[in-house]
């Protein structure tokens, strides 16, 4: 499934990702929606592929229970992908994930707006970051308080299948950018939203970059709705100047488009870099192609363009 975007994750300085689903193991059935339990040998896939980071706080985070979640976090752990948004004890919550980068400290967070109703057992609270303004403000300040040269928060965020975010992710964006954040990752629509550059004027009269897309899509799913195949890999390039202030340099994306074979009953899913694959068909080294699968590319390609935006260079 991953083997036309492999190089694209395997040779960033580090690959973030969103896991929106549970690794509750073989004893509990594995499991399509509404419920996800997922086989645990995606954790290891993942980390051949190349995630660094996988941000866990999301809708689907109590799909397999309290012991889901917790077993979620033992297998990414055994895989030695690094993680945050979900913990197994308070002092877990409040230890920030940090990140060294060439020299560059970046801290993670992840919040969700919910669990689809699943209720939190009573206790423990600690156990998923939501999306609250306390439990934000608290979680920059510990951030903070590590001197990171860059915050990066993921939220699990907006309106299902909408491309574009609405007042309240803008606010949220806001909020977060005046408090410490200089990333945020949005996730949760399904759907692209666009993506931007900021310049945030802080309440001292500081000046910052800051970068938010609102939403990446899927980057894997079974899911058939308009625009859900589409999504991008997105690649951030980021310097710190001789006077140590953090500088944005551009935001380019990878068009990806989940091909689904619904013709077979195995290798269904893969993974398409719509570029590469276009460039191949028009210069005739690729011969297996459908004209309406290549029409479907090019179409695919003008939704994801249409949807993130301008790449930032």
């Known amino acids: 499934m991953f083997e036309d975007v492999k190089y694209n994750i395997q040779t960033a300085d580090l690959a973030v990702g969103n896991l929106e689903t549970t690794f509750a193991g073989p004893n509990k059935a594995y ?15 993942l980390k051949k592929l190349g995630f660094d980071v996988l941000t866990t706080a999301n809708n689907h985070s109590y799909d397999s229970g309290y012991k889901g979640l917790e077993s979620t976090i033992d297998y990414l752990d055994d895989a030695d992908i690094a993680h945050t948004g979900t913990y197994k004890s308070p002092e877990d919550q409040n230890k920030i994930l940090i990140k060294n ?6 801290a993670f967070l992840s919040f969700t707006y919910g669990t689809n109703g699943i209720p939190i057992p009573e206790g423990k609270e600690y156990s998923i970051n939501l999306i609250d303004e ?5 979680q920059l300040s510990l951030a903070k308080e590590q001197n990171p040269d860059l915050i990066c928060v ?4 907006g309106i299902e ?6 007042d309240e992710q803008k606010r949220l964006a806001d909020l977060l950018f005046q408090n410490g954040a200089d990333l945020i990752i949005g996730n949760h629509p399904h759907v692209l939203e666009p993506m931007e550059k900021r310049e945030i004027t802080l309440e ?6 800051g970068f938010v897309v609102y939403s990446l899509g899927n980057f894997i799913s079974g899911q058939n709705k308009a625009y859900t195949t589409d999504s991008a890999i ?36 893969k993974l398409i870099n719509l570029k590469n694959a276009i460039a191949n068909y028009d210069a005739g080294y690729d011969t297996t ?4 699968l290549y029409n479907t590319y090019k179409t695919e390609l003008d939704n994801i363009k249409k949807f993130l935006g301008e790449e930032i260079k």
């Open 31 to 45: 499991s399509g929606y509404p419920t996800f339990n997922t086989p645990e040998a995606l954790a290891y896939n």
């Open 101 to 106: 980068v060439k020299g560059i400290q970046i």
């Open 134 to 138: 306390q439990t934000i403000l608290n």
């Open 154 to 157: 993921s939220m699990h965020w």
């Open 161 to 166: 299948y909408k491309t574009s975010p609405n």
């Open 204 to 209: 001292d009269g500081q000046t910052k970059d």
């Open 234 to 269: 997105l690649n951030l390039s980021i310097t710190k100047t001789a006077e140590g202030k953090m500088k944005i340099n551009s935001a380019t994306y990878v068009p990806i488009y989940t091909y689904q074979n619904k013709s077979s009953s195995s290798k269904k899913f």
């Open 289 to 292: 192609t459908s004209t309406t």
